[in-house]
């Protein structure tokens, strides 16, 4: 993404990560299109907003904090212990943006705040720490019953036994 920045347009990308940058380093930017997200700290939005932008599906502000930001992109496959964040301290904030889904159960939560711009799939029994625990939702969370779940992205093909 360094390179990225140094363009005048910035374009096509799934998730354009803005979490390292200062203000003077969009002064270059003409145009961001066709991104899917964008992550921006807070104090980078009032820049951000000045860049044009088109095909943007939508930005997330990620808070100040004298933490980390942990972020997580793509499709994802983790056990609940990531969010314990036991390397970490409690000013960290998680971030997940893209498809997760949680193996395990989570039973403890070590993060300040947690973001999820996506879709997270968790174990039921993780539903009371999750919820207590998002501060920003841009998606959806759902939960399955069983001990691992299945999950079928459309170019599966599944015989009549199957059923």
């Known amino acids: 993404m ?24 969009l002064s270059g930017i003409s145009e961001i299109r066709n ?20 095909n943007v599906g939508m930005t997330v502000t990620i808070p100040d904090t004298p933490g980390k930001i942990k972020l997580l992109t793509g499709q994802l496959t983790l056990s609940g212990e990531i969010f314990a964040n036991s390397a970490g301290s409690e000013e960290d904030i998680l971030v997940i943006a893209g498809q997760t889904i949680i193996t395990s159960p989570i039973e403890n939560v070590g993060f300040n705040e947690i973001i999820i711009a996506g879709q997270l799939i968790a174990p ?26 299945r999950l079928f992205l459309g170019n599966d093909s599944l015989p009549k036994a199957f059923f």
């Open 35 to 54: 991104v899917g997200v964008i992550l921006a700290p807070q104090f980078l939005m009032d820049a951000l907003l000045k860049v044009p932008q088109k």
């Open 2 to 25: 360094e390179n990225a920045l140094q363009a005048t347009v910035i374009e096509n990308m799934g998730v354009l990560d803005l979490t390292s940058k200062k203000t003077d380093d």
């Open 124 to 149: 039921k029994v993780s539903e009371a720490a999750l919820a207590g625990a998002v501060t920003k939702l841009a998606g959806q969370i759902a939960y399955y019953h069983s001990q691992l779940p």
